[in-house]
């Protein structure tokens, strides 16, 4: 059965992922999320989607991280949504923009206290000389917040990619798979679909 059209790809999305909700066995929040230097360098890694909305797809990180580095330097990026066990996929693009500090304050706080701790412990991409020296770093930051709550650390915030296109895309007998692609236009979307 070909993918349904609907107005909003958002709304779209929201659909499908509240279906992998119910049928992924971990995480159906996970994305590839590519990104690039100023000079076109591209790397890819996975993350977590921690909020979706009319304004875009948030995520979290360190901002000294290489995706973080790489985002503050060249906000175009992109992210691939698959859910195997759905035969399907969402592939989206766009530009980022860091979120603003009310928003990871309201997030950092939702967090485990030991990723809390564990954000300010790790120095995120960089070198680390072995496991022992991450543990005397959580044990400091452990005895500095030991009572109350832990703060967000400066270096710490989110990036919400805000979307300029969104490809659904449906497994298919034959290979014939569905591809249903959005486009952001001045007053929404227009969509089209595209051979598999």
Do not use: C
């Amino acid at each position: 059965m070909a993918i349904t059209k609907m107005d909003d790809p958002i709304a779209q999305f929201e659909a499908w992922l509240a279906e992998a909700r119910k049928t992924e066995p971990n995480d159906p929040e996970t994305m590839s999320l590519a990104t690039a230097t100023p000079r076109g360098v591209p790397s890819v890694r996975m993350v977590l989607l921690k909020d979706v909305d009319h304004r875009g797809f948030t995520f979290y990180t360190n901002l000294d991280s290489r995706k973080g580095e790489e985002l503050i330097a060249n906000p175009a990026a992109a992210m691939t949504f698959h859910w195997k066990s759905l035969r399907r996929q969402v592939r989206i693009e766009g530009t980022t923009e860091v979120v603003d500090d009310a928003e990871a304050d309201d997030y950092f706080a939702t967090r485990a206290r030991l990723s809390q701790i564990g954000a300010w412990a790790s120095k995120q991409s960089r070198l680390l000389e072995g496991r022992f020296e991450l543990e005397k770093r959580v044990a400091r930051y452990t005895a500095k917040f030991h009572v109350g709550a832990v703060p967000r650390p400066e270096n710490w915030s989110g990036f919400r990619l805000v979307p300029t296109r969104i490809e659904f895309w449906k497994s298919m007998e034959f290979r014939l798979h569905d591809r249903l692609v959005y486009h952001r236009a001045d007053d929404g979307w227009t969509s089209e679909r595209l051979y598999p």
